[in-house]
């Protein structure tokens, strides 16, 4: 994966941002560099692919922990809360890696052109050895950079390439739900994005399920099976962990936070913001800055 890794080394060290994620020119395709060790970071992740060039990472979902390093891939394939670290890393040596957001429509097309595979594994979160069929296109892919006038032409061929053989290798099982047509993935897949750009509203659980297309009872059912969560519980989490980025990010004092993402009551917002995070928020934000994270 040499070839790879100078690719991502390259577009990562000159387009990092201050938290170390260099976005591409390809919706969906960003590098991410750390010079070393990270506190704990808490998300709820979109379907994802991502491969570890240089370095290593822990990715916990509920009691299950997943280590990886280079030449290992992660793959998260449905909405999931995930706490993440890397463990290794340094300025000699840094974590450097290449994360793809998986697109349902690509999957599903090609999935109606090719042989459909034995495989029964539904876990979201799973480690795998990277393919050196997907190593070899996301190297490709990734030197389309060099050559920025080639990326309109050959850069969606390269993506859904990139997909193609995700979806023949050892995640093609798990990946493949993600574009199943009627499947209750895609329904939730519909309420799930309606959480995330109204998560500051209050929550209607007759709207996410009509929008599913299921019962109420249904939807709750179908929900906590292929997020984890109950769509309460998914809301909150989605609330606080936005409450935390305009705290660390911008600088907003904690009840102004709260009520930018929803909350009535400050009591309230602390207290949920405690058991998540495991620190009130004024002294969770100290923390963090004084280990050099909100920089």
Do not use: N
């Not at 539904?122 to 990277?130: G, L, N, Q, S």
Request: with cysteine.
């Amino acid at each position: 994966m040499t070839s790879l890794l100078d690719a991502v080394r390259r577009h990562a060290d000159a387009h990092a941002d201050r938290d170390g994620i260099a976005r591409t020119a390809i919706a969906g395709l960003t590098t991410i560099r750390a010079l070393g060790p990270t506190d704990l970071v808490y998300a709820i992740s979109r379907p994802l692919v991502a491969l570890v060039v240089q370095g290593a990472k822990r990715v916990t979902m509920g009691v299950h922990g997943f280590d990886f390093a280079a030449g290992e891939s992660l793959l998260v394939a449905a909405d999931v809360p995930t706490v993440s670290q890397i463990t290794r890393a340094s300025p000699a040596a840094p974590y450097y890696s290449l994360v793809l957001e998986l697109d349902p429509a690509i999957i599903a097309e090609l999935c109606g052109a090719m042989t459909p595979e034995a495989g029964t594994d539904a876990a979201p979160v799973r480690v795998d050895p990277t393919e050196a069929e997907v190593a070899d296109a996301a190297s490709r892919l990734m030197h389309l950079f060099d050559r920025p006038d080639s990326l309109p032409v050959l850069g969606k061929p390269m993506v859904r390439e990139l997909h193609y053989w995700l979806l023949a290798g050892r995640h093609g099982p798990t990946i493949r739900r993600l574009g199943w047509p009627g499947e209750q993935g895609q329904r939730i897949a519909r309420a799930v994005a309606l959480l995330r750009s109204d998560f500051a509203k209050p929550l209607r659980v007759e709207q996410l399920a009509a929008l599913a297309g299921m019962s109420p009872s249904s939807f709750h059912k179908h929900f906590r099976a292929v997020t984890t969560l109950s769509p309460l519980q998914f809301q909150k989490q989605l609330r606080l962990i936005e409450a935390r980025r305009l705290m660390l990010a911008e600088g907003r004092p904690a009840s102004h936070a709260a009520f930018e993402v929803g909350y009535e009551s400050v009591p309230q917002f602390t207290r949920e913001y405690g058991r998540l995070f495991g620190r009130p928020p004024v002294r969770d934000v100290r923390a963090a800055k004084e280990g050099g994270l909100a920089a």
